[in-house]
Structure formats: C-alpha cells, structure tokens
C-alpha cells in the first residue's frame, strides 16, 4: 500500500533563519507531488506542484521554493523565513494519470516568530 | 481551471441528514469532482468522488446533476465526529496537474 510522511511534525524558526521541510512517498512510482500551506482558520492554497524530477510548478510568488531531487522525495524550502510563512504545510500526492484523488501527508505546522 | 463556491458554514443536529453544494460553474469534460474531510492539524481525507449522476459509498452520496455544474456531498444521519472542513475539488487532466481547493464548508454538528 502506499504512504506518505512529512517531517518534521512541528518547527519553531526565528525570522530570516532557513527552512526545509521534507515530503515522501512509498509504495508508488512517478506520483503528482503537491505541497499546500493553510493559515489558522483558513483553507488550502497550493504551493507548489511537481509531475516528475526536477520538475516544479510554482502557484504563488514568495520566499519558498520546492525542490523534487528523486521520484518520491519533495522538498519545500526557504532561505530567509517570514512572519506570513507561518502555517499548516500539507505534502500530497496524486496517481500521473490524476482524476483529483490526492493523498495527503500528516503535516507540518511552522511557527515563525 | 474550475474554480469552486461553497457555503461557508452549516450547522445541524445529530441523527439529521446534511447536504453541503458546491458551485463549479466552469468545469471541464474531463474533470471530475471530488470531496474531502478535514479535522483541525490534520491533512484532507478523501470522502467521495464522481463525475455525473449519483456515486454512494459506506459514508456519504453524491449527487451531480446533467449539467454537472454543481454538486452535493449527502452525509446521512451525521454524529458529532462529522463536525469538520468539507472541501469540494474540481480537477482532472486537463488541469495541467494543478488541483485548487476552495475556501470549504464548517460543518458544525450539535447534540
């Protein structure tokens, strides 16, 4: 069966200092990979997206970048953290031939004070 | 890219049936429409999926319409455990990978 993991689980960053944020998957090859931030109280705002290595799609200008180094490994990072970059970071994942069935991660809450 | 309008928030009491619509006025032929559940600190955890007429699994139906410009998850009977985030998604091939929820619906369940 397949799964995904995120770590770390919670992280407190001071503001300017780096970030990066881990994403996997098993037991599925060349999956649609996604990584998606939701604000206390709000909803989903895609981030990133990935169709296969080396292969990023951005959705929002800002200070994060992604990065999908192997098949089942993505990565969100930044240099330089603000304030507006605290928030629930969901990893997901997609079958290539996707319908919209995405599979989410536990997720990671980032707190940048 | 289909973009989705759902109620806000719904309230209800246990033992009631609840029917949250989505709004996808612009939605592709290929696409399909897709449901997901979601408790505080936790990811989205898919509820049902459909593309036109009605798909009923052990937790809930959905209801498409011909035109399939909207469509209603039905949760018969709700508990307190159902009080949650229920996003509506709209995607499919055509849209070039990038799946983009909507704001959701607070669902609030009373006893």
């Known amino acids: 069966s397949q799964t995904i993991h995120q770590w770390p689980a919670t992280l407190v960053q001071p503001v300017g200092s780096p970030l990066s944020l881990e994403c996997t998957v098993e037991?599925?090859?060349?999956?649609?990979l996604y990584w998606y931030r939701q604000a206390a109280g709000r909803g989903l705002q895609l981030l990133f997206y990935s169709v296969g290595i080396g292969q990023i799609s951005s959705e929002v200008p800002q200070n994060l970048s992604a990065s999908r180094p192997q098949d089942r490994q993505f990565i969100l990072s930044s240099k330089k953290l603000l304030l507006s970059d605290s928030g629930f970071y969901l990893c997901?994942?997609?079958?290539?031939?996707?319908?919209?069935?995405?599979?989410f991660g536990e997720g990671s809450r980032l707190t940048v004070l | 890219l289909a973009k989705t309008t759902q109620p806000i928030s719904m309230d209800s009491y246990e033992g009631q049936e609840v029917n949250i619509t989505c709004s996808h006025n612009n939605i592709a032929t290929n696409d399909y429409i897709t449901w997901y559940q979601q408790f505080p600190s936790q990811g989205p955890r898919f509820i049902i999926q459909g593309y036109k007429t009605k798909v009923t699994n052990e937790v809930a139906s959905l209801f498409i319409p011909a035109d399939r410009k909207s469509s209603t998850l039905s949760l018969p009977r709700v508990s307190l455990s159902d009080t949650a985030v229920y996003y509506c998604?709209?995607?499919?091939?055509?849209?070039?990978?990038?799946?983009?929820f909507g704001g959701g619906t607070r669902l609030m369940v009373k006893p």
């Open positions: 998604l709209v995607g499919g091939p055509n849209a070039g990978n990038m799946l983009t």
């Open positions: 037991g599925t090859s060349n999956p649609n």
């Open positions: 997901a994942w997609a079958r290539d031939s996707n319908t919209g069935e995405l599979f």
